[in-house]
């Protein structure tokens, strides 16, 4: 998915994919998991989460439920109804939205 992004800015763009049935994939799938307390809006949707990349700036997360990708700032740490922080993008503005954060953030 990120391949045109990685060939246009080469090592400098801050994601990368993961592939294939990567062990640390599934080491981001169980943080998120453990973060998600009961009261936290996306508690019942993390569990069918995929993790897809993850941001080398930060502790950023992409996700994916199959139609709609998540960015999820993971805390390390006991999560609550107000962390880890989140926004949701359409499958369509993915691609622009990390092009822009690799731009401009």
């Not at 990567?22 to 799938?29: D, G, M, P, S, V």
């Not at 508690?43 to 950023?60: M, P, Y």
């Not at 962390?83 to 990390?98: A, M, T, V």
Request: hydrophobic share 35%; no cysteine; aromatic share 16%.
């Amino acid at each position: 998915m990120l391949e045109k992004l990685r060939e246009k800015y080469g090592e400098d763009f801050s994601w990368y994919e993961f592939t294939g049935n990567n062990l640390r994939k599934q080491i981001f799938e169980n943080r998120l998991r453990t973060e998600l307390t009961p009261e936290h809006s996306l508690f019942e949707k993390g569990k069918d989460l995929v993790a897809v990349a993850k941001s080398e700036r930060n502790d950023d997360v992409l996700f994916w439920d199959g139609v709609d990708y998540y960015i999820v700032h993971l805390t390390w740490g006991k999560g609550n109804a107000h962390f880890p922080i989140y926004k949701i993008i359409h499958q369509n503005d993915i691609i622009e939205y990390l092009e822009n954060d690799y731009l401009y953030g």
